[in-house]
């Protein structure tokens, strides 16, 4: 079921994995039609799609993620299903140095106040976290494929 935060336990389990190596996040974004921003936000009352107000934050949080060791990978929206199906607008890729570097963005100076843009434009997600195999064409470390989560 798809969701809008990672629950405490899932939290609890990605901060405390024994694994130091890099990280990958697939994020499948489901975005409201129309933003819905808080009155007290300055953008409350702009007509703007929940994509854009997604996409508002997604450039901050790309900046910031840079500051600590990240890279966002990709960010496209949903063309079709190729196999499967689904109802996701969108895919956002990001790539992070090690699972620190994640939780220093989610704790950066400005990250609060790039939420709201999130806030407004999402509507449910659904994130998966990867240990990249390969990544830019290159075998990573070989305990990438092992099972201990």
Do not use: C
């Not at 629950?7 to 996040?25: E, I, K, S, Y």
């Not at 300055?42 to 934050?57: K, L, N, V």
């Not at 990867?130 to 470390?141: A, D, V």
């Amino acid at each position: 079921m798809p969701a809008f935060q990672p629950t405490a336990a899932q939290f609890r389990a990605f901060r405390d994995d024994p694994h130091d190596g890099p990280v990958a996040q697939v994020n499948l974004l489901k975005f409201r039609v129309k933003a819905e921003y808080k009155p007290e936000d300055p953008e409350f009352g702009e007509a703007i799609s929940g994509r854009d107000a997604y996409m508002r934050y997604s450039e901050a949080f790309t900046k910031a993620m840079e500051e600590v060791g990240g890279l966002t990978l990709l960010v496209g929206d949903t063309e079709r299903y190729f196999i499967g199906g689904g109802d996701w607008d969108g895919v956002l890729i990001n790539h992070f140095s090690n699972r620190q570097a994640f939780i220093a963005t989610l704790n950066h100076k400005e990250y609060k106040n790039m939420s709201r843009h999130r806030d407004a434009g999402l509507l449910a997600q659904d994130l998966i976290v990867t240990r990249p195999t390969w990544l830019n064409g290159e075998k990573q470390w070989p305990d990438t494929m092992s099972t201990e989560r």
